[in-house]
């Protein structure tokens, strides 16, 4: 396997999880311009703290039930702070009224 082959897979699998963030952050001035009835209305990251350390979808809990609220007013503390750690993004487009 030549190293271009290990970069394509790399681009393969890294990809599709950046995606939102080089369309709708990066690329947002070339995403309005190329679909004009579309319009970001806002991009708020999400940190997913209290998921990845509840397990997530494949693991057993790392913390007990009791912990997720105080946890995830950890979090939401967290995320005002250092919002460049979030993982997710909610992502709300609405499509423009045709007048």
């Known amino acids: 396997m030549s190293w271009g082959d290990i970069m394509y897979l790399l681009i393969l699998v890294m990809l599709p999880a950046a995606m939102p ?7 947002r001035e070339s ?8 319009r970001v209305e806002h991009v708020t990251p999400i940190m997913p703290f209290a998921y ?10 790392l913390m007990p039930g ?3 609220r105080p946890v995830q007013w950890f979090e ?4 005002t702070i ?3 750690l979030a993982m997710f993004a909610h992502i709300l487009l609405v ?3 045709n007048e």
């Open 21 to 27: 963030w080089i369309i709708f952050q990066r690329d």
């Open 52 to 61: 990845l350390i509840s397990g997530g979808a494949s693991m057993r809990p």
């Open 76 to 79: 939401s503390i967290l995320s």
């Open 31 to 38: 995403f309005e311009r190329e679909f004009p009835a579309w």
């Open 66 to 68: 009791w912990s997720f």
């Open 82 to 84: 250092t919002p460049h």
């Open 95 to 97: 499509r423009k009224s």
